[in-house]
């Protein structure tokens, strides 16, 4: 049995239908648009990504160290 669609399907299928030259020239348009931060924004952030996780290290290796203490405290309590 035939397919029936209607108008709108029609249309609706033609435009989902994926055109290479279309996708390209709509990628080479979005890719114009894109502003790439400064040298010295990526060197900033990148030394602020640094700080940040040696701050980050330094604060969950005391938290580690806290409650490793406490634990062997407990743990002697018992045994």
């Known amino acids: 049995m035939p397919e029936t669609r209607t108008k709108e ?17 709509e990628v080479r ?8 931060p400064t040298r010295k924004e990526t ?6 990504v ?3 996780t040696t701050l ?7 938290v ?4 490793s203490v406490i634990v062997k405290g ?3 309590l018992i045994g």
């Open 50 to 52: 640094v700080i940040m």
């Open 29 to 36: 348009t979005e890719s114009a648009k894109i502003v790439w």
């Open 64 to 67: 580690d160290s806290l409650f």
């Open 9 to 25: 399907q029609k249309v609706q299928a033609r435009a989902m239908a994926f055109n290479p030259g279309k996708f390209l020239r």
């Open 43 to 48: 060197i900033m952030t990148g030394v602020m």
């Open 74 to 76: 407990l743990l002697g």
């Open 56 to 62: 980050l290290a330094i604060f969950f290796f005391g």
